[in-house]
Structures are given as structure tokens and as C-alpha cells.
């Protein structure tokens, strides 16, 4: 056990070496030139000089990547071109307010996409089926981007359902002292009930939109699975004891449809960390990761893109490796040493 | 109307669940086909829709101007057409290249085997190692922002997906027994690969490029929206809505809200036909 | 046979879309003992052993006839009356355990179950015991190490003495059967047979056994049905479908399984007791 817990260890700390060379070739090494990209459109060849000379981009390409990957090792994310900031405190100051946004926006995916799924298979080709079956293929077809206007334009300005979007907290609040980096659970664990509403008024909006755009997949896979495993010779052995439907819904469907769900929170994972949350982030003014990312790429700053690639990267094979062992755990078919 | 003996009981498909599928997959096509007819149509004959200032800025949707007017002054009915153009060949164009390159990889992968195999899939391992926006994010970033560069950032963020499901597919036709059996008649592996295992291992990514192509549309907007897809003036939908963010503080939500709207229809339509062709295929 | 055990009249299975799956179909197991039904796949054998406990799939349901056990009607047309006394083994006995649970957790559940529903409680440790020895009943010498398994690491066989071994605990006056050996090997396949022949003896049950296999059917059945596309094409004692069978379709199952003839006379009753 231990030995392919470590081997599993050593194949995440491989895809994360692979993680750092396949973001320098494409920073570095693409026909796009990282010094005029970084200097602008309007930059003077001087400037873009310059900008070569700091960043050593005139070595020759093994020295950049010795250089590089010797920072990488030091956890030195190099300096943005913007504002000279290391990228690394800059990261890492933001990334409490992305978990925050994320995992609830995760939470909300998972509950939304199980409780539908499963709804959806119960009531297979019947009306609450054919409603979720609708509900996947806008989620899946929405733009984040533009349903997130949609929202704040409507339920935020027209209707004043949810706060305005002033990031984790409304103007006239004060973050909570800092002990989770959860605005909502360190509100509460200092006892300040109004704070702790607040930030939660301004978390769930965002976090809304995010998961239930992500939740699509997730009911897609739990129903599927759940339908396979209702349909099941196991399924109906146990309706051959006479066992109760609820019995067999639980015991027999819900237990097999969760599997295939473990293995798609990833790429959920995936959605509501990075790819929905850079434009979610921006468009709530949130602080964290994605609206970093935002600004480095409106700036051309692109030492800060890169620095925030490589944390998505680790960040999403970290994740990837928890699930393994969490689906390994979970599925006694499944020999972790055997699974790739 | 099958009825198949299976080991482990009895299934039945009825083809009445089909013919509900159908209708809804033909009207999704006909969507697909109607606003990529407008788009081709519409800008050829009412000219430009790029040029500023044709008409008051901002007029709300009205008869003249059924999605209204942008800050500028242009028709967004008009914009969003000119962008169909755009966003559904891109679409097509990205899945097409994604899906030709991936399952050519993925064959080659699974054909060889061995180091071959091995190597291609710690490359796919690699990429997959980035959720997909933010690869494709990143590359168009770092090629410089241009629209052909963001389309080609999104057809390598597909490529990984249609390498694996290819060779999975390959591996598994290569493995079934009607194979072993053209193999024990004499065949030749030529004629094996190109005859059997080709097709059949093809359908499977041919069916997943569908909703690769959905995905690409949304991908390919949101990379217009940050900046390093279409730049305006140029109508694209993604960049269309980015224009539209302001607009709508001074109460105009029409030149944002169309556009998205069309992204919706069509990557519905690509969902829809995607999930139609799944399901014939099993 | 004058008071039978389970008898079916006139039931006919379809399917929505209007598919006729079995037509017509008169039946009877007497107390005791063991009734075959034969048939090739598609002929409705699986299908009426599964309409009996209202296991069919869906898209598929009884569309007439009735089935009465121990004298009381529980099957009238479309409606399951009441849970008739009865249980059932099916084919690929792996696929028909969970997968993600141990078997002893599966055999807890139904004790649990079993005691809930005759509305006595229930002790873990006297339902841990009470596993080990169902189990030792089925001839499983390591009944503890089995408990702590998974379906996936048993064989096919152990498998269907578990099966077997939770199917008697619900103490059925009739065990439907359902190609319970097919795909195993042919020595399991012997011991599996053997063990549902004393099982059954030893507490009196009668069997509604379907398989497509002729030679089984003549080792364990006193009576056996011929099922063709859906219809009964004859039901009789056993020497007579093997020694004077009187449909041709009886005579051309005969032909192409060989010689699996039991020598005639030993048949009734002197093998299942």
C-alpha cells in the first residue's frame, strides 16, 4: 500500500515538473516574443530591449530554462513586468479568496448536479427528466461571461436581490480578523453575524453561477450512472428480497452513481478554480487568482500569466492525485497500483 | 424495436425514445444552418456592420432594430449575424482541425504501441495537467493577441481529449472479436487497420468533436471577451459582449444580452445534435 | 399433483411497444419439486421466471393470466397482488451482488431487513453469527474470510452459494432459478447443482429451474416445460419429454444436445431426496 501510494506521489510530482517545462515552452518558446508582448503595442524598441535584458531573454534557451526552473525549485515565481511585485505574494495573498469562491461554487455543483441527476433518473423520460435534460444543455451552452452580466443586471441592479458586485464584502464592511481566509466562516467563528451575512450575500451570487454552470456535467454523469446502476442485476436482486425502493435507491444507485462523479470533479474543479472563475472574478471585482490573471492579461503582463498557469497547474494535479486515492478508497474494484 | 439476450439479463431499447430525439436534434441542425445562411447572407447585403455611427447609439430593440443599437451606433442585429459567420465556421473549423489531428495521433499512438504509445500519452498527460480554458488562455496569450492564434490555441486545448478517446477506442476494436476473426481468416494488418479498426474506432471521436465544437464556440468567445481572440471593431460574439459590459450601467443591456444569446443557441444546437449522435451510436 | 405449489395460468408478457414475449403460458410446480423450463434465448423462459417476482425490465410487463402459490393468488394480469413467498438466483451471480459492497455487509442488510419486516429486533452480533452459519450451510468452509469480501475477489461459484445462501434465509416455499450455473466451470457447475438439490430437499422447496441446457435439466428436474418464441410447447414429466417427446421441437433440442437422456424410472423424486 505504502509503496503505490508513493509510486502514485511520484507520477503527481512528475505531471507537475511536466506542468513547469510545458509553461515555459509556450511562454518562452511559441513565436510570440514574451518582450514584445510584455512592452505593448505602442513600446519603443528601447523599451522592449530593456525588458529583454531584465528577463534574460537574450541568454541562450537552456540557461533561461536552467534559470528558470532553478526559481521554480526556490518556489520563486519571478516578478511581474507590471509592477516589479513578486508573483508568488501576489498569488498567494488572492488565493484564500478564490478557494473560497470556488469551493462553495464546487459544493454547490455537486449538490445541484446529484439532486437533479438522481431526480432526472428516478423520473426517467417522464416530465421532471426531460426538464433536466433541458436545464444541462443551456447550462452547458451558457457563457459564463454572459450570464454573469445577465445576473448583475437584472437580480443585482434592476432587482436588488443580491449585493452589488464589490467583491467578498459590501462597502462599509471591514474583513473579519483572519484565521480560515473564509470571510463567511471567519465572520462566524468571531461571532459577528452581520459581517458573516454579509460576505455571504456577496459570496452567493458569484458562487451560483459558477456551480450551476458546472453542475451540468454532474447531473449528466449522475444520471446516467444512477439509471446503469437502478438497472443493475444487483438492483434487481435486491427487489427480488423486496428490499424498499428508497433501500435500493440509496444502497444500490447512489452509492455506484457517486463513483463516476469523483472522477469528474476534477474537471469541475477545473471550471469553477480557473477557467469560469478568471471572468467571474473580474466581473464581481472578487480578489483573488483569476482576477489577477484578468489584469496580467489585460496588461500584457505575461510573467504574471505565467506564474498563475503554473499554480493552476499544481493546484489541478494536486487535486486530480486526491481524487485517485479518494476513487481508489471509494471503488474496491479499483487497485490503485493497476490504475494509471 | 431490439430485443438483445445480454449475459446479464435482458435490455430493451424502444424506438420511440429515439423519434423524440430526432425531432429535436432536426430542429437543432435547422438552427445551426439558419443563422450560418444569415450570417453569410446578411453582411454581404446590408454591407459593413463593423463601421461606427450608422444610426443614434443605443437605441433600444425596436421594430427597426430588433436587438437594438450598440454605443457606437451600430445595428447588433446585424453585428450578431456578421458574427455567426465567425463564431459557427470557427466552431466547425476548430472541432474539424481537433478532431483530424487528435484521432490521426491517437491511431498512431495506438498502432504503434510502445515507446511511441508511451511517449504520446505523457505529452497528453501533460496537457491535460491544465483545465482547458486556461491552456488555451495561456497560449493565445503568449502567440500574441490575434484571432487565428486563439483559434489554434483552442484546437491544441482539444486535441489531448480526441488523442485519448481515439486510442481507447482503437484499442478496444483492435482487442474485439470480430477483429481476431479476420485476423485467423488470413487478412493482412494493412487491410486489418484500414478495413476494421479505422472506422470503427473513428465514430466515437467523430461523435465527440460535435460537442467539441460547442465547447470551442464558448472557449473561443471567452478568450474575445478577455482580449486575445476577435479584436474590434470586428463583430465576434465573445468580443461583442466584452463591448457590451459597459452599456449596460447606463441601462442598456441589449448590445450584451443578444450576442450571448446566440452563443447559447448555438452551442445548444451542437449540444443537442452531440447527444443525439451519442446516443445512436450506443 | 392435486393441490400444486405455484400455478400460472394463461400468463402472456409483452413489451410497450407491443411485442408479445410469452403467449398463453399454463405452468405448475407441485410441492417439493423441481419443474424446468427449457428453451433457447428468446423464447420467454427468463421472462416468466422474472414476471413471477415482478423483476421484469422496464418497457416490459405481464399483460395477462394469473399465478397463484400455496393457493393464494399473488400475480392477477398487470398487478403484483402481494409478495409472493418466493426467491431467486440468477445467472452471473457477481454481477448480481454489489459491487461496492462486502458480502457480509449484503447478507446484514438482509438479515436486518428480514428482521425488521417480522418485527423482531435485531442484534449486529446475533446477525454476524447467524451469516457465518448460513454460509457453512452453502458448504463455505471460511465463512469469516468470505464475510470481509468483495464480490470482484470470489469466484463465480462462491458467488452463487452466496446467492444461494440468501435466498434460503428468506425461507420461500419456491426458489426460481435462472440459468444458475451457466458460465461457470463445468466441476463448479456440478457442485452448485448438487448443493441446490440437498438445499432445496432438506427444507421441502420447490423449484421453477430455467436453463437452456438440456443435460441440467435432466439431472434436475421432475418435470420440465418446453418453451419456443413465447409458447409453451410441452409440459410433462421428465422421462417423457426425454424418452417420448411429443413435439417436434422437443425432438430437435433433444438431437442437438446429444445423449443427456437419464435413464428412465430413476427420475421422480428418488434424486431430489
Redesign the interface.
Known amino acids: 500500500m505504502l509503496r503505490t501510494v508513493g509510486k502514485r506521489l511520484g507520477v503527481a510530482l512528475l505531471s507537475i515538473l511536466g506542468v513547469a517545462v510545458l509553461t515555459f515552452f509556450i511562454t518562452q518558446l511559441l513565436p510570440g516574443d514574451p518582450a514584445r508582448i510584455a512592452a505593448g503595442q505602442y513600446a519603443t524598441e528601447d523599451q522592449v530591449a530593456q525588458i529583454r535584458e531584465r528577463y534574460g531573454l537574450d541568454d541562450p534557451v537552456p540557461a533561461q530554462f536552467a534559470h528558470y526552473l532553478g526559481d521554480l525549485a526556490h518556489l520563486d515565481l519571478g516578478s511581474s513586468v507590471r509592477n516589479d511585485q513578486p508573483v508568488r505574494e501576489e498569488i498567494t495573498s488572492r488565493f484564500s479568496a478564490t478557494l473560497e469562491l470556488g469551493l462553495t461554487a464546487l459544493l454547490i455543483a455537486v449538490v445541484l448536479g446529484v439532486g437533479l441527476g438522481v431526480a432526472a433518473a428516478i423520473y426517467r423520460d417522464r416530465l421532471v427528466d426531460r426538464l433536466v435534460q433541458v436545464y444541462v444543455v443551456l447550462a452547458t451552452a451558457t457563457a459564463v461571461f454572459w450570464i454573469a452580466l445577465v445576473a448583475i443586471t437584472t437580480l443585482v441592479n434592476d432587482l436588488g436581490v443580491f449585493n452589488s458586485p464589490t467583491g467578498r464584502l459590501p462597502r462599509g464592511y471591514s474583513p473579519p480578523g483572519d484565521i480560515t481566509g473564509f470571510y463567511v466562516v471567519d465572520a462566524l467563528l468571531h461571532g459577528d453575524l452581520g459581517t458573516a451575512g454579509a460576505a455571504l450575500r456577496s459570496l452567493l451570487l458569484p458562487a451560483l453561477l459558477l456551480g450551476g454552470l458546472a453542475s451540468a456535467s454532474v447531473v449528466k454523469i449522475v444520471r446516467s450512472a444512477t439509471i446503469k446502476a437502478l438497472e443493475s442485476d444487483y438492483a434487481r436482486t435486491s427487489r427480488s428480497f423486496g428490499y424498499s425502493r428508497t433501500s435500493i435507491l440509496f444502497r444500490d444507485g447512489l452509492r455506484n452513481s457517486l463513483l463516476p462523479v469523483i472522477t469528474n470533479v476534477g474537471l469541475v474543479a477545473g471550471f469553477v478554480l480557473a477557467g469560469g472563475d478568471v471572468i467571474v472574478e473580474q466581473l464581481f471585482a472578487w480578489p483573488g487568482i483569476g482576477g489577477y490573471a484578468y489584469a496580467s492579461l489585460a496588461n500584457n503582463d505575461l510573467y504574471a500569466l505565467r506564474g498563475y498557469v503554473i499554480v493552476i497547474g499544481v493546484v489541478y494535479v494536486l487535486i486530480n492525485t486526491a481524487l485517485e486515492f479518494l476513487y481508489s478508497w471509494a471503488d474496491p474494484r479499483v487497485n490503485l497500483a493497476e490504475a494509471r | 424495436m431490439a430485443i438483445v439476450d445480454t449475459a446479464s439479463g435482458f435490455r430493451i431499447t424502444l424506438t420511440s425514445r429515439f423519434r423524440a430525439g430526432n425531432k429535436t436534434a432536426i430542429a437543432a441542425m435547422g438552427v445551426l444552418v439558419l443563422l450560418l445562411l444569415l450570417g453569410l447572407v446578411v453582411p454581404l447585403v446590408a454591407g459593413s456592420s463593423n463601421v461606427a455611427q450608422q444610426y443614434p447609439s443605443l437605441l433600444s430593440p425596436s421594430l427597426r432594430h430588433p436587438f437594438g443599437t450598440d454605443h457606437y451606433g451600430r445595428d447588433v442585429f446585424l453585428r450578431c449575424m456578421a458574427g455567426a459567420r465567425v463564431d459557427i465556421l470557427l466552431g466547425l473549423a476548430v472541432a474539424a482541425s481537433a478532431l483530424v489531428l487528435g484521432s490521426l495521433i491517437g491511431s498512431v499512438s495506438a498502432t504503434f504501441g510502445g515507446a511511441t504509445d508511451a511517449v504520446i500519452m505523457r505529452l497528453t498527460d501533460v496537457f491535460l495537467a491544465f483545465p482547458g480554458v486556461v491552456l488555451a488562455l495561456v497560449i493565445a496569450a503568449s502567440l500574441g493577441k490575434d484571432p487565428w492564434y486563439a483559434a489554434i490555441a483552442v484546437v491544441i486545448a482539444f486535441i489531448p481529449l480526441l488523442v485519448r478517446l481515439t486510442r481507447s477506442k482503437a484499442l478496444e476494436v483492435r482487442a474485439a472479436d470480430y477483429i481476431a476473426a479476420a485476423r485467423l481468416s488470413g487478412a493482412r494488418p494493412r487491410q486489418i487497420a484500414f478495413q476494421h479498426v479505422l472506422p470503427n474506432s473513428f465514430k466515437y471521436p467523430f461523435v465527440q468533436s460535435t460537442l467539441v465544437a460547442s465547447w470551442a464556440i464558448l472557449d473561443f468567445a471567452a478568450l474575445s471577451f478577455l482580449g486575445v481572440g476577435v479584436q474590434p471593431p470586428h463583430a465576434e460574439w465573445g468580443a461583442m459582449i466584452a463591448d457590451g459590459v459597459g452599456d449596460n450601467l447606463l441601462g442598456a443591456w441589449w448590445p450584451s444580452f443578444f450576442p450571448g444569446l446566440m452563443i447559447l443557441l448555438t452551442a445548444a444546437a451542437f449540444q443537442v445534435i452531440g447527444d443525439w449522435l451519442d446516443r445512436r451510436l450506443q | 399433483m392435486t393441490t400444486p405449489l405455484l400455478s400460472v395460468r394463461g400468463l402472456s408478457i409483452g413489451?410497450?411497444?407491443g411485442?408479445e414475449?410469452v403467449r398463453d403460458l399454463d405452468l405448475e410446480v407441485g410441492p417439493g419439486e423441481v419443474v424446468g423450463i427449457v428453451g433457447e434465448?428468446?423464447s420467454g423462459k427468463?421472462?416468466t421466471a422474472?414476471s413471477l417476482?415482478?423483476?421484469l425490465?422496464?418497457?416490459?410487463a405481464v399483460t395477462g393470466g394469473e399465478a397463484s402459490l400455496d393457493g393464494v393468488r399473488f400475480l392477477d394480469g398487470p398487478r403484483m397482488l402481494r409478495?409472493p413467498n418466493a426467491?431467486?438466483i440468477?445467472?452471473?451471480p457477481t454481477?448480481?451482488?454489489?459491487?461496492?459492497?462486502?458480502i457480509g455487509a449484503q447478507i446484514d442488510?438482509?438479515l436486518r431487513?428480514l428482521d425488521r419486516?417480522a418485527g423482531r429486533g435485531s442484534d449486529r452480533r446475533a446477525r454476524r453469527s447467524r451469516a457465518v452459519e448460513l454460509l457453512r450451510s452453502v458448504g463455505i468452509s471460511n465463512p469469516e474470510n468470505v464475510l470481509g469480501r468483495?464480490p470482484?475477489q470470489l469466484s463465480g461459484g462462491m458467488n452463487q452459494r452466496v446467492?444461494i445462501a440468501?435466498a434460503i434465509s428468506?425461507r420461500p416455499s419456491l426458489l426460481i432459478a435462472d440459468e444458475p450455473t451457466t458460465?461457470l466451470d463445468v466441476t463448479v457447475q456440478a457442485q452448485i447443482l448438487q448443493l441446490i438439490r440437498t438445499t432445496v430437499a432438506e427444507h421441502g422447496i420447490g423449484v421453477l429451474f430455467v436453463s437452456h441446457d438440456m443435460g441440467v435439466i435432466a439431472q434436475m428436474c421432475q418435470r420440465v416445460a418446453v418453451m419456443l418464441h413465447g409458447d409453451l410447447r410441452e409440459f410433462a414429466g421428465v422421462d417423457d419429454v426425454f424418452h417420448r417427446p411429443r413435439d417436434p421441437y422437443t425432438r430437435e433440442l433433444l438431437a442437438a444436445a446429444g445423449d443427456v437422456r437419464p435413464a428412465e424410472g430413476v427420475t421422480d423424486g428418488a434424486r431430489a431426496r
Open positions: 413489451t410497450d411497444a411485442v414475449l434465448s428468446g427468463t421472462m422474472l417476482l415482478g423483476l425490465p422496464s418497457g416490459v409478495r426467491s431467486m440468477f445467472q452471473n454481477a448480481a451482488l454489489n459491487p461496492t459492497a462486502r442488510r438482509l431487513f419486516s468483495f470482484h446467492m440468501m428468506l458460465g
